[in-house]
Protein backbone atom coordinates (compact mmCIF):
# COMPACT_ATOMS: atom_id res chain seq x y z
CA UNK A 1 0.00 0.00 0.00
CA UNK A 2 1.36 3.23 -0.56
CA UNK A 3 0.50 7.19 -0.68
CA UNK A 4 -0.87 9.36 -3.98
CA UNK A 5 0.97 12.86 -4.56
CA UNK A 6 -2.22 14.23 -2.58
CA UNK A 7 -1.94 11.46 0.10
CA UNK A 8 -4.71 9.25 -0.32
CA UNK A 9 -4.19 5.47 0.22
CA UNK A 10 -3.36 3.03 -2.79
CA UNK A 11 -3.66 -0.46 -2.56
CA UNK A 12 -1.86 -2.41 -6.03
CA UNK A 13 -2.27 -5.98 -6.94
CA UNK A 14 -2.96 -8.50 -9.68
CA UNK A 15 -5.79 -10.75 -9.38
CA UNK A 16 -5.27 -14.05 -11.06
CA UNK A 17 -8.05 -15.65 -12.97
CA UNK A 18 -8.19 -19.10 -13.72
CA UNK A 19 -9.59 -19.97 -16.94
CA UNK A 20 -12.18 -23.46 -16.63
CA UNK A 21 -12.25 -23.99 -20.58
CA UNK A 22 -8.28 -24.54 -20.71
CA UNK A 23 -5.12 -24.78 -18.11
CA UNK A 24 -4.67 -21.51 -18.19
CA UNK A 25 -4.73 -18.09 -15.62
CA UNK A 26 -5.19 -14.62 -16.36
CA UNK A 27 -3.41 -11.95 -14.33
CA UNK A 28 -5.79 -8.83 -13.77
CA UNK A 29 -4.53 -5.10 -12.46
CA UNK A 30 -6.54 -4.02 -9.28
CA UNK A 31 -6.20 -0.38 -8.22
CA UNK A 32 -8.10 0.02 -4.40
CA UNK A 33 -8.12 3.15 -3.05
CA UNK A 34 -8.78 4.39 0.65
CA UNK A 35 -10.71 2.40 2.39
CA UNK A 36 -11.45 -0.15 -0.16
CA UNK A 37 -7.07 -0.40 -0.25
CA UNK A 38 -7.46 -0.58 3.66
CA UNK A 39 -9.41 -3.02 3.89
CA UNK A 40 -7.61 -5.03 1.16
CA UNK A 41 -4.53 -4.39 3.69
CA UNK A 42 -5.47 -5.94 6.47
CA UNK A 43 -7.74 -8.39 5.64
CA UNK A 44 -6.17 -10.25 2.80
CA UNK A 45 -2.99 -11.95 2.26
CA UNK A 46 -1.77 -13.61 -1.02
CA UNK A 47 -3.42 -16.41 -2.52
CA UNK A 48 -6.57 -15.48 -0.52
CA UNK A 49 -10.20 -15.28 -2.84
CA UNK A 50 -11.64 -11.96 -3.42
CA UNK A 51 -14.44 -11.34 -5.52
CA UNK A 52 -14.01 -7.23 -7.08
CA UNK A 53 -16.67 -4.94 -8.72
CA UNK A 54 -15.38 -1.69 -10.09
CA UNK A 55 -14.96 0.02 -13.47
CA UNK A 56 -12.22 -0.57 -16.48
CA UNK A 57 -9.64 2.24 -16.83
CA UNK A 58 -7.04 2.23 -19.57
CA UNK A 59 -4.44 5.11 -18.23
CA UNK A 60 -1.48 6.25 -20.66
CA UNK A 61 2.15 6.97 -19.65
CA UNK A 62 5.45 7.25 -21.64
CA UNK A 63 8.10 4.74 -20.57
CA UNK A 64 11.66 5.45 -19.73
CA UNK A 65 12.24 4.37 -23.51
CA UNK A 66 10.17 7.37 -24.36
CA UNK A 67 7.25 4.83 -25.90
CA UNK A 68 3.98 5.46 -25.27
CA UNK A 69 2.22 2.35 -22.94
CA UNK A 70 -1.19 1.78 -21.82
CA UNK A 71 -2.19 0.32 -18.61
CA UNK A 72 -5.59 -1.26 -18.89
CA UNK A 73 -6.64 -1.76 -14.65
CA UNK A 74 -9.67 -1.94 -12.82
CA UNK A 75 -10.34 -0.05 -10.23
CA UNK A 76 -12.03 -1.59 -7.26
CA UNK A 77 -15.30 0.22 -6.01
CA UNK A 78 -15.49 -2.90 -3.28
CA UNK A 79 -14.17 -5.82 -2.52
CA UNK A 80 -15.97 -9.22 -0.88
CA UNK A 81 -13.35 -11.32 1.07
CA UNK A 82 -14.57 -15.33 -0.36
CA UNK A 83 -13.70 -18.10 1.88
CA UNK A 84 -12.41 -21.33 0.14
CA UNK A 85 -13.84 -24.17 0.09
CA UNK A 86 -13.53 -26.55 3.26
CA UNK A 87 -10.54 -29.85 1.92
CA UNK A 88 -12.06 -32.85 2.95
CA UNK A 89 -10.27 -34.47 6.10
CA UNK A 90 -8.55 -37.70 5.35
CA UNK A 91 -10.26 -40.98 5.07
CA UNK A 92 -7.29 -42.48 6.44
CA UNK A 93 -6.81 -42.14 10.29
CA UNK A 94 -2.87 -41.49 11.42
CA UNK A 95 -0.78 -44.70 12.07
CA UNK A 96 1.67 -44.52 14.65
CA UNK A 97 4.45 -46.57 12.78
CA UNK A 98 7.13 -48.30 15.42
CA UNK A 99 10.39 -47.83 13.75
CA UNK A 100 12.16 -51.38 13.77
CA UNK A 101 8.35 -52.62 11.59
CA UNK A 102 8.32 -50.95 8.23
CA UNK A 103 4.33 -52.23 8.05
CA UNK A 104 1.46 -49.83 9.24
CA UNK A 105 -0.40 -52.83 11.18
Known amino acids: MTLSDSGKL ?47 QVRQYTGDDGKERYVHEVVASQVQFLERKEKKENAFEETNIDEGNDTPF
Not at 17 to 31: E, G, L, P, Q, S
Request: glycine share 4%; hydrophobic share 40%.
Open 10 to 56: ICNFNLAVKRNYRDATDFIRIVAWENVARNIEQYTKKGDMIYVTGYL
